[in-house]
């Protein structure tokens, strides 16, 4: 039988395995995605079949599973004895991990937001804000040891970076002229912040928190931007302990510090200006 969601042709264009040295088949993407949505709608199931469904050679499927399984979009194991045909070896069997089945899109997006809109509409905006503090505060609680056994804010800020890297914001710090610039290339909750906004000046209140220092965000992907950068000034002892003399370095995009016009929008797109907290010293 057929499965439906398939795509034949472009499966036929990938009959085996490319030519030592040729580029990749222009239907190769198209056929990797129905062999992974056959291993979706039908698995576990063998290669063999796989190869059947969608009428192509058992060696590209072998190729293909075997990608999908180096990527980490499935896995295999053996069939059971009520499965098997015959003696010899057990067949192989393949399914979707959940980093497969993430291909295929989800609605967890819609989900969050819902969520937060129904705490909204029943308890009031404070409820959103007080959720946002919790769940940043959960996230930086779990690399709190590595921020506190930093010496200066500089090096608090690269911790913090490595700490969001591995909650999936894959972060970065770089030196400015008047201290250093947390960037977020990727936000895994942007669509949900677009919405609510309490998400992103929460986290800003908690990078605060944790520098000991008033920071500044002057840019959100869930505001448009290619990354959410965050300003953290530094002492000017500080910047001559980290870099020696003080020299003017470029950032990458504009910056309230080097472009008067970036720090207008910044007062006016909506950007945070996290308080000091406790403790944090003035710069």
Same mark, same amino acid.
């Given at each position: ?58 060696? $590209? #499927? %072998? ?6 399984? &180096?990527?980490?979009? *499935?896995?295999? /194991? @053996?069939?059971? !004895? ?44 404070? $409820? #959103? %804000? ?6 940043? &505060?959960?996230?930086? *609680?779990?690399? /709190? @040891?590595?921020? !506190? ?44 912040? $677009? ?12 990078? *605060? ?51 008067? $016009? ?22």
């Amino acid at each position: 039988m057929k499965n439906a969601g398939t795509s034949p042709p472009a499966a036929a264009a990938d009959s085996g395995a490319a030519a030592p040295g040729a580029g990749a088949p222009s239907g190769d993407g198209r056929t990797r995605h129905s062999v992974a949505r056959l291993l979706l709608e039908r698995g576990p199931i063998t290669a063999a079949a796989v190869a059947e469904a969608l009428g192509i050679s058992s060696v $590209a #499927v %072998r190729r293909h599973l075997d990608a999908l399984v &180096a990527e980490g979009e *499935a896995y295999t /194991r @053996e069939s059971s !004895a009520r499965q098997r045909r015959g003696r010899g070896r057990p067949a192989k069997l393949f399914l979707l991990t959940e980093v497969g089945r993430a291909r295929f899109g989800h609605a967890y997006d819609d989900l969050a937001v819902a969520a937060l809109r129904f705490i909204a509409d029943t308890d009031g905006e404070q $409820a #959103v %804000r007080e959720f946002a503090r919790k769940r940043i &505060a959960a996230l930086v *609680a779990h690399h /709190r @040891e590595a921020l !506190a056994a930093a010496r200066t804010r500089a090096e608090r800020a690269e911790v913090l970076a490595g700490a969001l890297t591995r909650e999936g914001y894959a972060a970065s710090t770089r030196s400015v002229a008047s201290g250093e610039q947390l960037c977020q290339h990727h936000c895994p909750v942007a669509h949900v912040a $677009a919405d609510f906004p309490q998400l992103c000046e929460a986290e800003t209140e908690a990078f *605060a928190e944790v520098l000991g220092t008033h920071v500044q965000r002057l840019a959100t992907i869930a505001n448009g931007d290619a990354a959410c950068t965050t300003h953290v000034p530094l002492t000017r002892s500080e910047r001559t302990a980290d870099r020696g003399p003080e020299t003017q370095v470029i950032p990458e995009s504009a910056s309230a510090e080097t472009d008067p $016009a970036a720090h207008d929008r910044s007062q006016t797109d909506g950007r945070q200006t996290a308080p000091i907290p406790d403790g944090g010293e003035s710069v």
